[in-house]
Antibody, heavy 121, light 108 residues
Framework: EVQLVESGGVVVQPGGSLRLSCAAS????????MHWVRQAPGKGLEWVSL????????YYTDSVKGRFTISRDNSKNSLFLQMNNLRPDDTALYYC??????????????WGQGTLVTVSS | EIVLTQSPATLSLSPGERATLSCRASQSVSRFLGWYQQKPGQAPRLLIYDASNRATGIPARFSGSGSGTDFTLTISGLEPEDFAVYYCQQRSNWPQFTFGGGTKVEIK
C-alpha cells in the first residue's frame, strides 16, 4: 500500500525557517517524481514544487522561488521542503504528492494527509 | 499562468441524481486536464487524468470529457460518498501546474 506521511509543520514567526519531511513507503520511491502542494485554510489547492526521480530537475511556483528548496533522499525514501523567509501567506496545509511518472508529468496519483504550517507572530 | 474557472461553485443534488461539473481554462490546455475529489479532512484523490482517463480504482460512474478550454466531469448517479469538493487541474503549462477554485457537491 502506498503511504506518504508528512511531518515538520509548526507555528513559526514571519521571516522564520522550517523543514518539512515526507516519508514514503509501499512503492519504489526512486521510480517517481514528487511534488509539494499546499492548501491555505478554507481555500483551494496550489502547486508548490516538483523534483524529478533523481533530483536532477527541480521546479517551483514563482511565489516561493528563492525561499523554498525541495530535495529528496532516495536511500531513505524521503522528500523534503526547506522553507526560509516565511511569510503569513505561506500558511497552509502542505501535502506531498507522488507523480504518475519519474520525470514529473503533473498527474498526482497519491497524496499524504498533509502537515500544517502556520506563519504568525 | 493558466487560470481554471470551475462552475458552479456549489451544486445541490440528491443521491442518485446526475452531477455535471464544468471547468474552463483561460487558454487551451489540449487534453492535459485532471479532476480530483476532496472530502473534509482528507487529502485530494485523483479521479480523472488527461480529460477522460479514469485513475486506478475509480468507479465507472465518474467520467470526464472535453478538450481545449472546456471540460466536464460527470457523475452518473450520486452515491452518498460522492458528496465532496471537486477540483480540476491543468498540466499543459508544464511545470506551472494550476488548479481551479473547486465545486462543492452537497446534499440537497
Amino acid at each position: 500500500e502506498v503511504q506518504l506521511v508528512e511531518s515538520g509543520g509548526v507555528v513559526v514567526q514571519p521571516g522564520g525557517s522550517l523543514r518539512l519531511s515526507c516519508a514514503a513507503s509501499g512503492f519504489i520511491f526512486d521510480d517517481y517524481a514528487m511534488h509539494w502542494v499546499r492548501q491555505a485554510p478554507g481555500k483551494g489547492l496550489e502547486w508548490v514544487s516538483l523534483i524529478s526521480w533523481d533530483g536532477g530537475h527541480i521546479y517551483y511556483t514563482d511565489s516561493v522561488k528563492g525561499r523554498f528548496t525541495i530535495s529528496r533522499d532516495n536511500s531513505k525514501n524521503s522528500l523534503f521542503l526547506q522553507m526560509n523567509n516565511l511569510r503569513p501567506d505561506d500558511t497552509a496545509l502542505y501535502y506531498c504528492a507522488r507523480d504518475i511518472d519519474l520525470s514529473g508529468s503533473g498527474r498526482f496519483d497519491y497524496w499524504g494527509q498533509g502537515t500544517l504550517v502556520t506563519v504568525s507572530s | 499562468e493558466i487560470v481554471l474557472t470551475q462552475s458552479p461553485a456549489t451544486l445541490s443534488l440528491s443521491p442518485g441524481e446526475r452531477a455535471t461539473l464544468s471547468c474552463r481554462a483561460s487558454q487551451s490546455v489540449s487534453r492535459f486536464l485532471g479532476w480530483y475529489q476532496q472530502k473534509p479532512g482528507q487529502a485530494p484523490r485523483l479521479l480523472i487524468y488527461d480529460a477522460s482517463n479514469r485513475a486506478t480504482g475509480i468507479p465507472a460512474r465518474f467520467s470526464g470529457s472535453g478538450s481545449g478550454t472546456d471540460f466536464t466531469l460527470t457523475i452518473s448517479g450520486l452515491e452518498p460518498e460522492d458528496f465532496a469538493v471537486y477540483y480540476c487541474q491543468q498540466r499543459s503549462n508544464w511545470p506551472q501546474f494550476t488548479f481551479g477554485g473547486g465545486t462543492k457537491v452537497e446534499i440537497k
